[in-house]
């Protein structure tokens, strides 16, 4: 989802777990919780600093309306999403994940550079050296996370900040793109096209490389 505000633009990613209808009804639930407590605590003329706090409160929100829908004990439902969520202001991004879903810089020259960090134990066991970078993409674990909206009571977002050019582009995605559309060839579609025609292009390139997972694409820009 993306919505404007006066000074700024927000835009949020979640990629349900737990089954078709579980993982459906948890994205939608983050979206729109992490969406409404943004919202509330947002004011004309907010501090980028503040910004990031606000961004890690809704992270908060989300895990909250989740987890409470997931119910407790025996009977817990089995319900999660991960989440990004950007917040464009005055040439400052504003960023926050939770799971695997992520952000990425586009600049007019250059290729994707990834922004986010993956909360899973891929992630985990290549900071630690044990696997390398070349092995990261086909690892038997790569798709289990350490970090989910919804999984625990409470949950830890990390939020990051970074200065834009006006020829910087940011890409918000789930996994179901950057597992099968590279680094390289995202750049290529984001520079060859115009702007409206980018999340759909995308999309097609996945499909067409096999997709079979949800694949979830938002672009924002300084213009």
Known sequence: ??????????AIV??????????????????????????????TGIT???????LRDAAAAANRA???????????????STLAGAFFQNHIAS??????????????????MQLTLDHTVVQLLYERGDIGADERA????????????????RILADSYQLQLRDDDKL????????NLVSQKRMAEIVRSLPNPEIPAA?????????????ISVILLTQN
């Open 1 to 10: 989802m993306t919505e404007t505000f006066e000074d700024g633009t927000l």
């Open 14 to 43: 979640c990629d349900g777990m737990g089954g078709m209808q579980n993982g459906a009804d948890a994205s939608r639930l983050a979206i729109h919780a992490a969406a409404d407590a943004f919202r509330d605590g947002y004011r």
């Open 48 to 54: 980028s600093d503040a910004v990031c706090e606000l």
């Open 66 to 80: 989740v987890f409470d829908a997931a119910g407790h004990g025996p009977s817990r439902i089995r319900m999660g």
């Open 95 to 112: 960023l926050v994940n939770v799971g695997d879903s992520r952000a990425y810089l586009i600049g007019a020259e250059g290729d994707a």
């Open 138 to 153: 086909n690892h038997p674990r790569r798709n289990e996370l350490t970090r989910a909206i919804g999984v625990s009571y």
């Open 171 to 178: 890409l918000l995605c789930s996994d179901g793109l950057y």
């Open 202 to 214: 995308l999309v097609s390139e996945a499909n067409a490389c096999g997709g079979k997972d949800n």
